[in-house]
């Protein structure tokens, strides 16, 4: 059973910064592409960033492009998504998935629909 825990959620003024953290257990996370996308109140879920199973190819929804990082360390079995200059649109609940049967070999896709594990969320508030 693959299971995914995102950490690293929290409060913070707007202009600040946090990182967020996907970790894998029971299966090696660097055989699958991950995804970020999150989830605001009334609104659907979207794609937030996606990185290849290598690290190699990264993908950015335009609306977080220049601010936030996605990044993998594939020896410690995590994703991370560091979110900077954050603004009170950026508040969510945010989820990381694994994308188990690339879509496109070697890259990532951000569409919510080739994703097939899902962690349980994190929440991001950004407010004054």
């Known amino acids: 059973q693959l299971h995914l825990v995102e950490s690293g959620g929290g409060f913070v003024q707007p202009g600040g910064s946090l990182s967020l953290s996907c970790a894998a257990s029971?299966?090696?996370?660097?055989?699958?592409?991950v995804g970020w996308f999150r989830q605001a109140p009334g609104k659907q879920r979207e794609g937030v960033s996606c990185?290849?199973?290598?690290?190699?190819?990264?993908n950015y929804a335009d609306s977080v492009k220049g601010r936030f990082t996605i990044s993998r360390d594939n020896a410690k079995n995590t994703v991370y998504l560091r979110m900077n200059s954050l603004k009170p649109e950026d508040t969510a609940i945010y989820y990381c998935?694994?994308?188990?049967?690339?879509?496109?070999?070697?890259?990532?896709?951000?569409?919510?629909?080739?994703?097939?594990?899902w962690g349980q969320g994190t929440q991001v508030t950004v407010s004054s």
């Open positions: 990185i290849s199973n290598s690290g190699g190819s990264t």
């Open positions: 998935a694994v994308e188990e049967v690339a879509t496109v070999p070697g890259s990532c896709v951000m569409g919510k629909w080739a994703y097939d594990v």
């Open positions: 029971e299966f090696p996370l660097d055989l699958y592409a």
